[in-house]
Structures are given as C-alpha cells and as structure tokens.
C-alpha cells in the first residue's frame, strides 16, 4: 500500500516538475527575440515533449475579426498551414467569437458535429484543416491577453479520456503565458517593421537631403565663379574698349568684339541652362510634346552656336534627312541637341569636323553628334550625369562650363520618354546618340 502511494506521489511530482519545466521555457521565451512563426512552433513542440499533447494547432486572427488561419501545427497527417476557420464555425471557431475554452469528449458518438469543426467555407478553397481521423476527444482554449483574442489552442487526441479537469485548468493557465509571448511577439514585430520603415524614410530623407546640398552647392558654385567670371570679363573688356578707343587702336577694337559676343553667347548659353535646371528642380518646368521636324531643331541649336564654331575653324556637317520626325517638347529638344552640340564645339581641336546624322526606325529616332576632338576618359564616363562635386574639364580653347549640360540633356530626354547613348575613346573623339520617341504622322 505504501509502494503504491509513493509510486502515485512520484508520478504526481513528475507531473508537477514537467509543469514547471514548461513555465519556465515559456518565462525564459518571452525574453527572446524571433519571429511569431518560430514562437508558435516552439510552443507546440514544448507542449508535445514536456505535456504529451501529439496533436496540437494554433490559429491567429485576422484584423477584422471574421476568421482564423493555421498558423503551425504539429503531429497531424497534413500539417494545414493557412487553412481557414470562420469565427462561429465548429469548435474552433465558437472558442474564438465567445471567447471560452470548450472541450468535446466521445466525439465516435458525436461525428456529426465534429464535422462541424471544419470551417463551413474555407475563403482560399485550397487548404484543409488539420484533423485527426480517429479522434475522440478535442480541447480548445482561447489565448487572451487584456481580455483580446491572440489565438485559438486546439488539441485533439485518439484517447477518450486523454484530457483531464486537471490538465484543462494547466492549460488554461499556461494560455495566459502563452498569449503574452505571442503578443508580445507581434508588438516587436510590429515595432522592428516600423523601425525598418522609419530608417527607410531616413534614409531617403538623408538621400534628398545630399541632393538637395549638392544642389545648392551647384547652384552657388555657378552664381559664385561660373556667372560671375563672364560679367567680370565683360567689365573689364568695357575698360579696356575706352582705353582702346582713345588710342584709336581700331584692330584691337575689333578683337574685343568678338570677345564680347563669345562671352555674352556663353552667358547667354549660360543662363538658359540655369532657368531649365531651376524649373525643373522646382517641378515647374511644362513639357508639351508635338510632332517636331528633327532637322529644323537641329538647325535651330546650330545657330546659336555656329560664330563659337567658327571662332575654332570647326566645320559642322549637318546631314539630317528633312522627311524625320519626332514626337517631342519643342524648347526641350532644342536645349537636348544644342548641349550636346556646344560640348563638341569646346572639346573639337581647331579645323575639326562634327558630323550630325540621324536615321529613323520603327520606335525610335537616332540623331548622332559625332566630334574627333579630345574624347572622354572612361573613368569619367560614368561621372558625366552627377552634379556632385563634378567641375567641367576645360575645352580645347580653354572655354568653361558648369557640368550642367549633360546632366539637362539626360533628364530633358527622359521626360520625353528618350534616352542617350555615349562613346568615346580619348584623343579620339566622341559620339552621343540621341533617342527621341518617333512621331505618329
């Protein structure tokens, strides 16, 4: 008699110490950082080591409270992940609208509903819900934190008498535990997301933020030394045409005047990148697309620039058929090809050829600038459309610029749904390939 009740009180401190084993592996688990899907698995495999429970599930709640979806189970034929239950449907579902534990003991006798513990309408039509085929006996107990659903535990065995009031009010307990590690797991998560969000938006703050200095930069950098340097030169040109002009010094009268009209072409030149660049940073810029004859454009940026070409000896070949269309902005166009067009002039030897073809194709048109003056170093190639601490390289004839241009022929293209292509080979010469939406005439 009294083996038999030591053998009792020995299997009772069993249970006891599994239990405690297990509160304690919960308490140590709520410390942890993880996922919500490794919570829940933890959880289950706790429960099937340390309690016995072979068959167990866990289901969350959507948002609106309309139904549940497996989350992880354990020790079923098909496992069931994201499987559905309706809130009200079955055991599971009656657990998560009233929010109490419910146990069906001699299911054998009550197969009728406990089919009625598989959801009535399952919304993805592709999941089943575990179950066991043989059960007879199903607890489900609903995880609640502050009186909120966190989670439906369901547990069903073959064994008839295989839950105990003992090992319900066990359950019931540690469902408290259990629904503030998955709380708690679903606050972090929702935390570390917001982190992650937040440091993204900082990120892309910082970015616009740099792009924004280096803008300010750009622009201070050109009114400071690039705007300023033509005014000045035109102050002191003005000095030196009265001291000129009382000597009567009519040779170099003359020469003066062709640095006058160079400078005010370059400022002029000048101040029309700085407006486009201006609106366009300030989304002000209309861009208002036509059918457009590429030759007339091509012809309209050459006359800006053709005394800066003659100053240089520099024959511009333009050899663009007259029947080419484009479909584009008429100022844009004009700016795009007369950029690319100045930045051959300045970096063409004296006496150089510029060659400007196109040909039209089924989606795009190609107009080619084509100089064989001093090319670019491939190092530099991917630099060219940056503004960040970018300087101009000097020309052949010692002619400035601002960095600006090609940085507004590649955004100008852009809003036009075109594109640029460059080549180049130092000492060699360059070509850009401008790529402008053909027109629909």
Known sequence: MMEARIEQLSKELEKERRKNVIIRQISLELGRIGSIESKVSFLLELLETDFGLNHSMLLMPDNTGTFLTVLASRGFEAMGKGAKVNFGDGVIGIVAKNKKKL?????????????????????????????????????????LANNELVAVLS???????????????????????????????????????????RTAKIDSQKQEL????????KLFSIIGHDLRSPVASLQDISELISYYRDKQDYEKL?????????????????????????????????CTQELLHLRNITEEAFLVLK?????????????????????????????????????????????????ITAESCVDKVILTIHDSGTGINEGKLSDLFSLNGKKSTLGTAREKGTGLGLFLVKEFLEINQGSLKITSETGRGTRVDLYFLPSMA
Do not use: C
């Open 103 to 143: 146990r069906i003991p001699r299911l054998s006798f009550l197969r009728t509903y406990a089919k009625a513990s598989q959801p009535s309408e399952i919304p993805d039509g592709k999941v089943e819900l575990p179950g066991l085929r043989d059960a007879e006996s199903q607890v489900a107990i609903p995880l």
């Open 254 to 286: 003359i020469d003066l005047s062709f640095k006058i009209s160079n400078t005010a072409r370059s400022l002029g030149h000048l101040l029309d990148n700085l407006l486009s660049w201006s609106l366009n940073q300030k989304g002000e810029l209309l």
């Open 155 to 197: 547990v069903e065995s073959a064994d008839l008498n295989f839950f105990s009031q003992e090992d319900e009010d066990f359950l019931i307990l540690l469902s408290q535990q259990m629904a503030l590690l998955i709380q708690n797991t679903i606050i972090y998560s929702s935390l570390e997301d917001k982190i992650v969000h």
């Open 307 to 355: 005394d800066h070409a003659e100053s240089k000896a520099i024959t511009i070949y333009i050899e663009v058929p007259e029947g080419i269309t484009i479909f584009a902005d008429k100022e844009m166009s004009v700016l795009v090809v007369r950029n690319v067009l100045s930045n051959a002039i300045k970096y063409s030897y004296p006496n150089g050829p510029i060659f």
């Open 210 to 217: 740099e792009k924004l200095n280096a803008t300010k930069d």
